[in-house]
């Protein structure tokens, strides 16, 4: 799912109805996009009466196009009194349109008189598009009771990579004719791995091949009249019994990261006990608060220090941007999830103070500059993404000299972490104890009871989440992981004794623009350090760096007089967050080692957390859940005495 997107051509056929000229073929029916939606895919599948009275309902859809089947979907659940609480609706599609040719089709759409009910809606819509870069895309409309994801990637490689469970199935796309690769057999028996056992699909093609292999694949397809011109349509209702060995094998052995021993993923059906205990108020626990909060959970929050973001979380300000590496490798697509993902949240959040006024990682030297040119090159990333800029161009875009050339985030920037941390805990509307030290956990009657010092019981819970960075392994046993502690310290330059730059600068450490008059630099990489006093040699580094990152501007500061702050940062061996259930301590999950990006994996960890709890779709590719499973390292030890 990381191949570069090639977007959509806007084109039209003779009658006006939206063509593609890759595939040779309408989006929609010329009798309307979104009657037949109505008609053939909500029709097709019962609904609204299916989702009636449900707590969540998830759609999976094959090909988002214009976004007709979304629009359709998004109106019949507001008009429908008995509408689930809470919609998912996940889409794939390889070729997003750019948001204005988005608008110019919706213009065409929506925006006639007969359908004006939907134009706000379809106003939301592009208001909150995203980037067309590869991955994995949440959108929240009402509040977050409409979820929209959006997979922009081939279908062949998502639908592996999806965890979801889907009630109904929108089986869309150009005609088996024309894009034989998405009607497939692989591609619809993987449908089959993703739907629920009383799931339902429709579909507008009655194409021999697609019913064969619908029916051999375990669902009971029926043949009904199609939409205007078109004689027939499919529909389908999920049938073990009808299924051959090979699909009822399928059915049976869910996708790994569904299953009772995967690291995350879907758990059993049915809403969970919505409270939980969640120790730690610095970014990771608040972000989960927030998360949970939002969803209806009953919180306790309990942090040792007398308010939110006291440790790692509390420096003055940091830096959010995301990786990018010649690969696209597990670290730079989840930095790009992340960052995409904060961008959509961050502008809600009340009380948060951050700017997105661009981002310059300049090169270490000639060889990663080369590097970076290359992984531009082949990515194709759009430039409101990143971009790679020379040495002089650099110096345009900053205003004065720099160290080098490098990768420009014009939507990177910098962030007040501890800000951010207190207004997610406002939001959550969690129980706070503040000044309250964990001292054990211990397992109780449905759940944990979390402990003082003496004894006395603090909360009890059925789910307790590990937010509290390194500190978490003294309350219980992390199978396998070495979390370590690393000693960074910034240095606080005062705005009035040089020019900050106006975006944040990189190249071996960081320098921020000024923020309530004091410019961040650093920091230190102090490892198993635990001193945090600020220190004289730790000082010296950070105008090192400051000196490669920008020329002089470390003139006329001394080590020996500056302010700053130290703080110990959880890092795991892989550096990457160990989010979601500890291995053989049910109800127990960590939200841990975040290690200096907290800022930006806070937001999407958080909601991966919250998503596996509920048994609701990831927000990211399998790959990736797997990658920072709180339990993999148990997993990679398990295989190597295997």
């Not at 990637?153 to 089986?171: C, E, H, N, S, T």
């Amino acid at each position: 799912m990381s191949a570069p997107l090639i977007p959509a051509a806007l084109a039209f056929d003779a009658g006006g109805t939206p063509w593609s000229p890759a595939y040779g073929d309408v989006y929609h029916s010329s009798e309307g996009g979104l009657a037949q939606a109505r008609h053939v895919f909500l029709g097709g599948n019962r609904l609204p009466a299916r989702w009636a009275g449900r707590e969540r309902f998830v759609l999976l859809e094959t090909g988002f196009g214009a976004g007709l089947n979304f629009l359709a979907t998004w109106q019949a659940w507001r008009e429908d009194t008995r509408r689930p609480a809470r919609l998912h609706y996940v889409t794939v599609e390889k070729h997003p349109f750019a948001a204005h040719d988005l608008a110019t089709l919706h213009a065409r759409v929506v925006e006639h008189a007969e359908h004006r009910e939907l134009s706000a809606l379809a106003a939301q819509l592009r208001a909150a598009w995203p980037m067309a870069v590869p991955g994995m895309h949440r959108l929240e409309f009402e509040g977050g009771r409409v979820v929209l994801t959006l997979a922009y990637a081939d279908i062949a490689a998502a639908l592996p990579q999806l965890r979801l469970v889907a009630d109904a199935i929108y089986l869309d796309g150009f005609s088996p004719a024309r894009n034989p690769d998405m009607w497939a057999a692989p591609v619809l028996k993987a449908l089959g791995r993703l739907a629920a056992p009383d799931a339902t699909l429709a579909s507008y093609t009655a194409a021999t091949a697609v019913r064969d292999t619908l029916t051999h694949s375990g669902w009971r397809v029926e043949k009904r009249p199609g939409f205007a011109r078109k004689r027939d349509m499919l529909s389908a209702t999920r049938d073990s019994t009808g299924a051959t060995r090979e699909s009822t094998e399928s059915m049976r052995v869910p996708p790994r990261a569904m299953r009772a021993d995967a690291p995350l993923g879907v758990h059993a059906a049915g809403a969970p006990q919505r409270r939980a205990i969640v120790i730690g108020a610095g970014l990771a626990g608040a972000a989960v608060c927030e998360r949970l909060g939002t969803r209806g959970w009953d919180l306790l929050l309990l942090e040792r220090h007398s308010a939110p973001a006291m440790e790692a979380s509390g420096n003055h300000a940091g830096a959010f941007h995301p990786v990018v590496t010649r690969d696209d490798s597990i670290l730079a697509r989840l930095t790009r999830a992340a960052f995409l993902d904060a961008l959509q949240r961050w502008p809600r959040i009340e009380g948060a103070n951050w700017a997105a006024c661009g981002a310059l990682q300049m090169g270490r030297d000639a060889e990663e500059e080369a590097a970076q040119q290359e992984a531009m090159q082949r990515l194709g990333y759009p430039r409101e993404y990143a971009r790679w800029v020379s040495r002089e161009d650099a110096e345009s875009v900053v205003g004065r000299p720099v160290g080098a050339g490098g990768l420009c985030f014009e939507r990177g920037g910098w962030m007040q972490p501890a800000g951010l941390a207190a207004a997610l805990v406002a939001r959550s509307g969690a129980h706070v104890a503040y000044g309250t030290e964990v001292a054990a956990l211990a397992p109780c009657p449905g759940g944990w009871a979390a402990l003082d010092a003496g004894g006395r019981e603090l909360g009890r819970a059925p789910q307790v989440v590990l937010a509290n960075a390194a500190d978490a392994q003294r309350l219980a046993v992390l199978p396998a992981v070495q979390l370590r502690q690393v000693r960074g310290q910034l240095s606080y330059l005062p705005a009035g004794r040089f020019a900050a730059p106006a975006c944040v600068l990189l190249r071996g450490g960081s320098l921020l623009p000024a923020v309530h008059g004091l410019a961040v630099a650093g920091a230190s990489y102090d490892i198993d350090d635990a001193d945090l006093n600020t220190r004289v040699d730790s000082h010296a580094g950070n105008l090192e760096r400051l000196a490669r990152i920008l020329p002089g501007a470390e003139t006329g500061f001394d080590p020996h007089t500056l302010a700053g702050r130290a703080a110990l940062r959880c890092v795991a061996g892989d550096r990457l967050p160990l989010v979601g259930p500890i291995p053989e301590a049910p109800g127990l999950l960590g939200a841990l080692g975040y290690a200096s990006r907290g800022i930006l994996w806070c937001m999407l960890m958080a909601e991966l957390l919250a998503c596996t709890l509920e048994g609701e779709p990831l927000p990211i590719e399998g790959q990736l859940a797997d990658a920072v499973a709180a339990g993999r390292f148990q997993r990679r030890a398990l295989r190597k005495k295997g």
